[in-house]
């Protein structure tokens, strides 16, 4: 590492995510620990396993600092190779955990490929949008940047673990900040709103309803000519959507996909007990109250009353035990770190770190929002990490990783020509 | 606006964060008062396992009540171990490990101490039981016979092991799941779904009632009822038969499939696998190396099928079209084959043809035919691989499909087995190198059920139902296309007429016509089969299997079986017996030949079975 480099890291960045990992590290403890003392050797324990995760992660932070700029650049393609045959291997030699074929096993020490197929990812579209050919508003090149971006979600689909897949939506961002037509925003966004609505009333009425809007748009503009056969086809996509969505909905996804869209939509009264995970959550954090119980009181917490608290449902336990001063300000840190990444992204002066960054951005975010959204029951239950905070070796790598490589461009992008 | 766009969503989801806190944390007071020392208790409310009855709605299995001593490690306070062990009878030294294993699994989640008490043990320590805090009762269901028979096919129950808790998290500790035979298989059916409530406890831990008002509690789901298609008194008259043999009797009806009775020998009491005494019993079950009673003979015994596959020999060369029924082959004391190679055969009138052949069970017969069937091909290999299709279209070579919880394949070699075997290409075998094929010997072997389900298919004329031992569930007949629809034969239906007429011959003058029964047209195949075992590292042939299929009556067939005994010389001997006699019992009811039945009730094979451990050489076939 160069004193130039050092320099020049961003120290800002680097201290929000000191005070995220610490304090999730905090959190951890508080959720996993039992009667024991407190003893370093003991890898029963999560909290101590942690800070072995967290320790290796330093080393991770060095290499991604010692490297040269250059090599993620011209080793992209490679990398991201690599990460797709590591996901395709699962399939060969992976580990069966909790129902998700998604682990390689090392002895004691498990590997996620998953985690670190996403800054894999986000190097491999830096590379071919900075591409002096690339075009995105060419189909074949959106083709192709999609291509890129679904193989490794349609790997980690079948493990199964659909929620690790639904992240790679965060690629949308790079690609709209480089230019993709705002028309692909208002189709996502429609497809959305028609998925949602399709679940809540039948695919029949939903079509219908939108048929019927048509038509009086149709009826309103008449005078101008407008295009018939674009209304037409537009009903016909709609109509195929609506109804494949409902098909998908009931017969590909299995039963408790579907409990968990249907409580969050209020469709189901959860009798069964199946939002019993995310209703323990909010307990959890609604009787944190201002200043929250203190660290380690958390009767919840103690309790043990909230399932995989110390992995996905961590941010439980911040409500709980620090309030809603203690959770409003990790919320902060996560929209501060965010902002300030997208600000170091916008200074980039190589399309290929500023798509880098914007892709890190997008992926931090989406599971920032779902992560954070299903623990205080807006979202449905997808199981997916809160970043540096969740317990976990193989995320809490995937995460430095990608930040830190992004922290070096950043840190090198006065050296480049 | 492009660079803007994200800047705007993040801060917007900030925004929407922060505002759904302040509304759970500090607008909505409710979550603060549920959680005012929240804690909840969840109990289990275990369901009655489905009850299991038999082909004539007899009533097999049902339950009783157990009681398991389950223990909470983190809510144990110190107390009088000595009393608590004496109390259930165990050393301190077992419940110390068992205490250790309780906390190694969680603090938190209750795990069993002491399974299975009985209610008499439960009576005494629930007067004692508040002394123990920590511990407490739970209440399950164990497994209550009606029946001394058809262990093998029920199975049995027991506590589930780490691994299957791992795998399926619907199991908990202490849980108990079908390990064998019917309860496994039907597991999802009979288990039920277990019941949750949730009780709300205060800060000194005492319940205050349901947790939200039972808003999250579930009733338990009884288990479905079984109807199998044994005929209990048929298997029970059958296990009795097999006393002192080894062996198994396989009957199905073969209109439908269904298997009437499924017998092993030696076998055991199904109730011996209940409860605390599964665990020592199952041990001494699983160590007997010798008799192995828990080795389910009709299913996963796979012996040289012998003579009564020469039904099969003779529909493969009628479908061929290598011969008709009315020519006939000599025979002098066998057939032979090359300068030294004979295969031998006993002493009939010479020459035979297909009626009297099988009738007879001449085997120089059958190697004529079989060699027509494989040279009419311009490869011997080719000639296999076609026989090996219509011999696999009877079920022969590969698991049934049946819904029993283990099996084995058997095997008809095809090419690719000789190939290996006489390593062609370099160097050539032919046709005369299978020949053991053409009389159930040599490589070919088979399962009693895959015996019995042959037999069917030659009873229907050509087409058989995949055997099965479920009849219905909660009442309703079972709707599962693999057991309710035919499956054919390559052979097609009018070759079936001569094989049958010589199957019925062998009642009326060949190796069975001293088994006749009075107004019962039967069809049946004696066989004797060649085997051999291994003492001290040397190849010895032991006394031959008997065997025996046959299915009657001859039209409109209501069973089908074969009967096996280890060791039992030749197939009318003892197989041939039996069949006739469980024959009698399913049609008629009611057993006329008594001399006939005392004869296999009094004879024992123990002496033979005792022959290869004793030491000393011995004589076979006597």
């Known amino acids: 590492m160069s004193r130039s480099t050092v320099g020049t890291i961003d120290w800002l960045t680097v201290l929000l995510f000191l005070l995220l990992v610490g304090f999730g590290w905090l959190n951890i403890y508080s959720a996993s620990y039992g009667d024991e003392q407190f003893s370093i050797t003991d890898l029963s324990k999560p909290y101590i396993k942690q800070l072995y995760w967290i320790g290796l992660s330093v080393v991770i932070i060095v290499i991604t600092q010692a490297i040269e700029t250059k090599f993620y650049e011209r080793f992209a393609g490679l990398i991201y190779v690599i990460s797709l045959v590591s996901l395709l291997g699962l399939f060969l030699f992976g580990k069966n955990v909790n129902g998700a074929t998604s682990w390689y096993s090392f002895g004691p020490v498990g590997l996620q490929p998953s985690e670190f197929a996403k800054a894999a990812t986000a190097l491999a579209i830096a590379k071919f949008l900075s591409d002096m050919q690339t075009n995105i508003n060419r189909i074949n090149h959106q083709l192709r940047a999609f291509l890129i971006i679904a193989l490794p979600a349609l790997f980690i689909i079948p493990q199964p673990d659909p929620g690790s897949a639904l992240v790679y939506a965060a690629f949308f961002f790079p690609l709209y900040r480089e230019g993709l037509a705002a028309m692909y925003l208002i189709i996502g966004a429609s497809a959305a709103a028609l998925f949602i609505l399709t679940l809540l009333f039948s695919p029949l009425w939903v079509v219908l309803g939108i048929a019927l809007a048509m038509t009086l748009l149709l009826i309103k503009n008449r005078k101008q000519k407008p295009k018939y056969s674009r209304y037409l086809l537009a009903i016909i996509v709609i109509t195929g959507f609506c109804f494949s969505v409902n098909y998908i909905f009931n017969n590909v996804f299995e039963q408790r996909h579907r409990d968990r869209f249907n409580i969050v939509l209020g469709k189901e009264v959860d009798s069964r007990g199946i939002g019993y995970n995310t209703n323990q959550s909010q307990i959890a954090i609604g009787s944190g109250g201002w200043v929250g119980k203190g660290w380690k009181e958390g009767t919840q917490t103690k309790g043990g009353f909230v399932p995989e608290q110390h992995t996905d449902y961590i941010f439980s336990t911040v409500g709980e035990e620090w309030g809603f001063l203690g959770a409003t300000t990790v919320v902060i840190l996560f929209v501060g770190l965010l902002i300030r990444l997208l600000y170091l992204a916008e200074r980039q002066k190589t399309q290929f770190s500023r798509v880098y960054g914007y892709s890190v951005v997008g992926i931090l975010f989406i599971h920032f929002v779902i992560n954070v959204g299903m623990v205080t029951g807006l979202l449905p239950t997808v199981g997916i990490p809160l970043p540096f905070f969740s317990y976990g070796g193989s995320g809490l790598w995937g995460f430095t990783l990608l930040l830190f490589i992004f922290i070096k461009l950043d840190a090198n992008r006065v050296n480049e020509w | ?396 070579g590969n698991y049934l499909g049946n819904d029993l919880s283990s099996g084995s394949k058997g095997l008809v070699p095809n090419s690719n087995y000789y190939n290996r075997k006489y390593n062609y290409p370099k160097y050539k075998w032919y046709s005369t190198a299978t020949i053991s094929n053409a009389i159930g010997q040599g490589e070919i072997s088979a399962t009693p059920i895959q015996l019995a389900n042959m037999t069917a298919a030659i009873a229907n004329r050509g087409y058989f139902y995949t055997p099965h031992i479920i009849k219905a569930v909660d009442g309703q007949p079972i709707d599962i296309e693999n057991f309710t629809k035919p499956k054919y034969t390559t052979i097609d239906k009018e070759h079936f007429e001569p094989v049958i007429e010589g199957m019925h011959q062998v009642y009326v003058q060949g190796t069975a016509n001293a088994l006749q029964i009075k107004d019962i047209e039967i069809c049946g195949k004696t066989g004797t089969a060649e085997n051999f075992t291994i003492i001290n590292g040397k190849r010895t042939q032991l006394t031959d299997h008997s065997v025996f299929v046959a299915f009657a009556p001859k039209d409109n067939p209501k069973i089908a079986l074969t009967v096996f005994i280890e060791n039992g010389y030749w197939g009318s001997r003892y197989a041939g017996k039996i069949a006739s006699l469980m024959i009698e019992k399913y049609i008629k009811g009611t057993i006329s030949r008594t001399d006939l039945e005392d004869w296999v009730l009094t004879h024992s094979l123990e002496e033979e079975y005792a022959k290869p451990y004793s030491g000393e050489p011995f004589k076979i076939n006597q």
């Open chain 2, 1 to 396: 606006m492009r660079k803007l766009l994200l800047y705007l969503i993040i801060i917007t989801t900030g925004v929407v964060f922060i505002g759904r806190l302040f509304y759970l944390q500090i607008y909505n007071t409710s979550f603060a008062a549920l959680s005012e020392d929240n804690a909840i208790k969840v109990l289990y409310d275990y369901p009655q396992r489905g009850a299991i009855y038999d082909r004539n709605g007899k009533l097999l299995v049902t339950n009783q009540p157990s009681y398991d001593v389950m223990v909470i490690p983190r809510e144990l306070k110190p107390f009088d171990t000595l009393e608590f062990c004496s109390i259930l009878k165990i050393t301190k030294e077992k419940l110390n490990k068992q205490l250790k294993k309780a906390r190694i699994y969680s603090p938190r989640v209750p795990s069993v101490v002491i399974p299975q008490l009985t209610k008499d043990e439960y009576a005494y320590l629930q007067e004692k039981m508040r002394k123990f805090d920590g511990f407490y009762i739970q209440k399950r269901s164990l497994r209550d016979y009606h029946t001394e028979n058809a262990a093998n096919v029920l199975g049995y129950i027991a506590e589930v092991n780490d691994g299957l808790i791992k795998k399926d998290p619907y199991y908990l500790s202490g849980d108990l799941i079908g390990m064998q035979g019917v309860e496994k298989q039907y597991e999802n059916e009979l288990r039920g779904i277990k019941g949750i409530k949730r009780i709300q406890k205060d800060r000194f831990n005492r319940d205050i009632g349901p947790y939200k008002n039972g808003k999250y509690d579930t009733l338990p789901v009884n288990g479905k009822d079984l109807t199998i298609t044994i005929d209990e008194e048929l298997q029970a008259y059958g296990q009795k038969l097999m006393v002192n043999k080894r062996g198994g009797i396989v009957a199905l009806d073969p209109s439908t499939g269904e298997i009437l009775t499924l017998i092993t020998a030696p076998n055991y009491k199904p109730e011996l696998l209940v409860g605390r005494k599964r665990s020592p019993n199952y041990t001494r079950l699983h160590y007997d190396s010798i008799s192995r009673p828990l080795f389910d003979r009709g299913v996963k015994g796979e012996y040289p099928p012998g003579s009564p596959f020469k039904a099969i020999t003779a529909l493969i060369a009628l479908q061929e079209g290598v011969v008709d029924q009315r020519e006939s082959f000599f025979c002098s004391h066998g057939f032979r084959y090359g300068k030294k190679a004979k295969l031998g055969c006993h002493a009939h009138a010479s020459p035979l043809s297909m009626i009297p052949g099988i009738a007879q069970s001449c085997n120089a017969y059958f190697a004529n035919v079989y060699l027509r069937s494989i040279n009419k091909f311009d490869t011997p290999q080719e000639g296999i691989d076609n026989w090996v299709k219509h011999v696999k279209s009877f079920g022969l």
